[in-house]
């Protein structure tokens, strides 16, 4: 049980876009209402959607800033798949003031429709590549839906996270880049957590707004900030967490990407930072998902991860 004091949202960033020379058009809003349309003007896109959540007895100095993944939005963080509190509830009643992001052109933040300012098209995720992509199991077994030996995600619940799946699109990568720095610029000094793909836009965001930021977890990123950006003055802000889950040796994606989140972190301790990659079986968790905030054991893992920013974050 935890009492807020305070609790809202906010939409911060953004840019206008030009459009000129369309021609207008009647639409139909309704069955009974038509409207003239004209298509020509400027719009404000690219702006993100935050929602911020307060305890009343706040014990810890700074916010803690949760960042999504691909294909899915903020409601990540709220309940897990099989109806337990996720990790925002376990974080606010450990005593962290908590802001829960929606990326650019992902949940209440919206998306751009004008032709022209986003490259490609929005790709969709399917179940099966999320049971491969995530590592709930063996592909051969998704339709059985037997997960591997030891494995923690509530696998029962796969169409209840299903539903939580979203459109994205791969070309926006820049833009949700400058609308993560808009919303730490608002924040404020802050511990960023982000995961898999937020962990590549969250660590670009906090090498270029290293004023706000008090230290970043990034859990299973999908990539980093090339070796050029990475020097003292962006690092040396607050340690850097570097979580894997379990099973990565049964997947070349995943164990690539763990050589390269290695990798990444000697670059932050080369450059005077302070990054620690910890796989999550060896502080007992074995049987971690990519989803770690969806796992049977979220809330402790959210537990040792609460204890491990109070000890760690100055």
Not at 10 to 19: C, E, I, N, Q, Y
Not at 41 to 59: K, N
Request: with cysteine; aromatic share 12%; charged share 20%.
């Amino acid at each position: 049980m935890y009492v807020l004091r305070d609790f809202g949202s906010f939409h911060v960033g953004g840019r206008l876009a030009s459009v000129a020379g369309k021609k207008k058009r009647t639409i139909r809003l309704t069955p009974d209402v038509t409207l003239e349309y004209d298509p020509n003007g400027d719009f404000l896109i690219e702006q993100i959607y935050v929602q911020y959540f307060i305890p009343a007895e706040q014990t810890f100095p700074h916010p803690l800033v949760l960042l999504h993944g691909g294909g899915l939005t903020g409601v990540c963080w709220e309940n897990t798949p099989d109806g337990r509190p996720g990790w925002l509830h376990d974080f606010l009643r450990q005593g962290f003031a908590v802001y829960v992001i929606d990326g650019v052109e992902r949940g209440r933040s919206g998306f751009c429709a004008l032709e022209g300012e986003w490259e490609g098209e929005p790709i969709m995720r399917t179940p099966a590549e999320a049971w491969n992509l995530f590592r709930f199991g063996w592909p051969e077994d998704f339709a059985t839906g037997t997960p591997f030996e030891g494995q923690r995600f509530p696998v029962g619940a796969m169409e209840s996270f299903q539903r939580q799946f979203v459109p994205r699109w791969t070309s926006t990568a820049e833009a949700q880049i400058r609308g993560v720095g808009a919303a730490l610029r608002r924040i404020g000094p802050c511990v960023l957590i982000c995961h898999s793909q937020g962990g590549y836009l969250g660590s670009h965001a906090a090498i270029e707004n290293p004023e706000c930021i008090c230290g970043v977890v990034c859990a299973e990123s999908s990539g980093w900030p090339p070796v050029e950006r990475i020097s003292g003055p962006v690092v040396a802000g607050g340690p850097w967490l570097l979580l894997m889950g379990d099973f990565i040796e049964h997947s070349p994606h995943w164990t690539a990407a763990r050589a390269a989140t290695a990798i990444f972190g000697e670059r932050v301790n080369a450059a005077g930072g302070r990054a620690e990659l910890v796989d999550l079986a060896a502080v007992g968790f074995p049987g971690s998902s990519h989803m770690f905030m969806m796992d049977e054991h979220s809330a402790e893992i959210s537990a040792w991860l609460g204890g491990w920013i109070r000890d760690s974050v100055r």
